[in-house]
């Protein structure tokens, strides 16, 4: 009933920039909060950027000044621009979605809504 996909991963070469989206449906408003996780092969997840229903957002140390996370209510999209793509940044990149009882932020452990992942490579 509820899903997010996403869309927009690819191959790139360093330096180069991608945009992810990310459709949300089966709610008439997004979850308070939204966010951008990824996991590369051998490693744990690690989440990348949120975004709250306040416009509030969070990003991984790493990522800060090369990405941007943003929304828009009527599209009920997210999306994550990236720019200065490094090799490290190579994983499968999810969308997810929480509901906040208490007005955010939420802890991982209450995002409970995941797209289907898409490969995002950054070549050297």
């Known amino acids: 009933q509820v899903q997010l996909v996403e869309s927009g991963g690819g191959s790139v070469q360093a330096g180069g920039s991608l945009r992810l989206s990310c459709v949300v449906s089966?709610?008439?408003?997004?979850?308070?909060?939204l966010g951008w996780f990824r996991q590369a092969p051998g490693k744990e997840r690690e989440g990348v950027a949120g975004?709250?229903?306040?416009?509030?957002?969070s990003y991984l140390e790493s990522v800060k000044g090369r990405f941007t996370v943003s929304k828009d209510d009527a599209k009920k999209s997210l999306y994550l621009e990236m720019s200065s793509l490094k090799p490290e940044d190579t994983a499968m990149y999810y969308c997810?979605?929480?509901?906040?009882?208490?007005?955010?932020?939420?802890?991982?452990?209450?995002?409970?809504?995941w797209g289907q992942g898409t490969q995002v490579t950054v070549s050297s």
């Open positions: 997810a979605a929480a509901f906040s009882r208490n007005g955010g932020p939420c802890p991982t452990a209450d995002y409970n809504y």
């Open positions: 089966g709610y008439t408003n997004l979850p308070y909060c």
């Open positions: 975004i709250l229903g306040d416009d509030r957002t």
